[in-house]
């Protein structure tokens, strides 16, 4: 069992700036593939990045590029999401996903490749 935790959401004003973190624990793969997906209410989950285990490749859902970066600390199986001029329209509950694939060989995109979610944060974005 992989146990994926989640941290570092809270209320921030337009413009402002949130640090996420998630968490792996249990029987952790030797590598992995990891994510942050969102869904606001409402909406369907979308993507919003993703990382390779070795964190050479990153991917970006056009709507956070630039302002949102995702990394990872493999000694301390924890990734990150760096959140930057944050909008009312990310407001949303924020998921972390991780799979033991490589992360070319899935659709990094789709909720559906990925084995192992947390149980959310909440991000909230005022105006």
């Known amino acids: 069992q992989v146990q994926l935790v989640e941290s570092g959401g809270g209320l921030v004003q337009a413009g402002g700036s949130l640090r996420l973190s998630c968490a792996a624990s249990?029987?952790?793969?030797?590598?992995?593939?990891a994510a942050w997906f969102r869904q606001a209410p409402g909406k369907e989950r979308e993507f919003v990045a993703a990382?390779?285990?070795?964190?050479?490749?990153?991917y970006y859902a056009d709507s956070v590029k630039g302002r949102f970066t995702i990394s990872r600390d493999n000694a301390k199986n924890t990734v990150y999401l760096q959140m930057n001029s944050l909008k009312p329209e990310d407001t949303a509950v924020y998921y972390c996903?991780?799979?033991?694939?490589?992360?070319?060989?899935?659709?990094?995109?789709?909720?559906?490749?990925?084995?192992?979610w947390g149980q959310g944060t909440q991000v909230t974005v005022s105006s």
């Open positions: 990382i390779s285990w070795s964190g050479g490749s990153t």
């Open positions: 996903a991780a799979d033991p694939r490589v992360l070319h060989t899935i659709v990094v995109n789709s909720p559906n490749a990925y084995l192992y």
């Open positions: 249990g029987r952790t793969p030797s590598t992995y593939s």
